[in-house]
């Protein structure tokens, strides 16, 4: 497969501007850190990455099971310790789904296909951390 | 420490529209893959959170080690195995610097304190992932 590459310049204080697939994203620190919060944090960008890759997964799996869905969301959510690194310690991803015919079987199918065969990210990040996932369909 | 909370919702095809730290972004997958390419791959972003965690420490480190740059900028390439999950097999970071009164003995502490101590992506990818780095100063 061939290699990705992501490009950062530094941007002035603790800001980074970065280039990945000919799209650009400015990275920067909390001003309590010297940054000026002119981008997300590099740290919660993981979590960031980690959603969308799950999300992606279940997507088009839910396509393949043709489970119809009217709205999909994914909350990750991540505990931090103090020292360092601070690693995250927990991770825990809430997968939100409103439809009016939501197969339950199927999307717990597809969550699990996602967490334990395809998502990348997630197998990345669970051998260091731990992450655990709930299923909410039709909030109120 | 408190948790932080990264949201996607889902917005058509394969793409996300994420919002972290009131920033926005939008993830979304390759043409190939049933996505249009409205924002980068999730699993690119790591690479990004990577660089920019990285890259954020060398700048602060470099500022208490009072050494000056005219520029900085982090390169971050992965190479991906082709079985599922596709984690990347190997990630390899250069970190570029200008300036006239570069010290590469400082330089070479400031990246490895960040990658030995402070750097969480790092932390948390190089159980998983071997990650190798290189240093380049005033590249012509």
Known sequence: MPAVKTTLEWSGDMSFAAELHGHRLTVDAD????GRDRGPRPKTLV??????????????????????????????EGESREEHPQIYTRIHIRYILKGSQLDRDKIDKAIGLSLDKYCAVHAMLSKTVPISHEVVLNPS
């Open 31 to 34: 001003p309590r850190f010297g």
């Open 47 to 76: 979590l960031t990455a980690l959603g969308g890759c799950t999300g992606m997964d279940v997507v088009s799996l839910l396509k393949k099971m043709q489970v119809p869905y009217d709205a999909l969301s994914v909350e990750v």
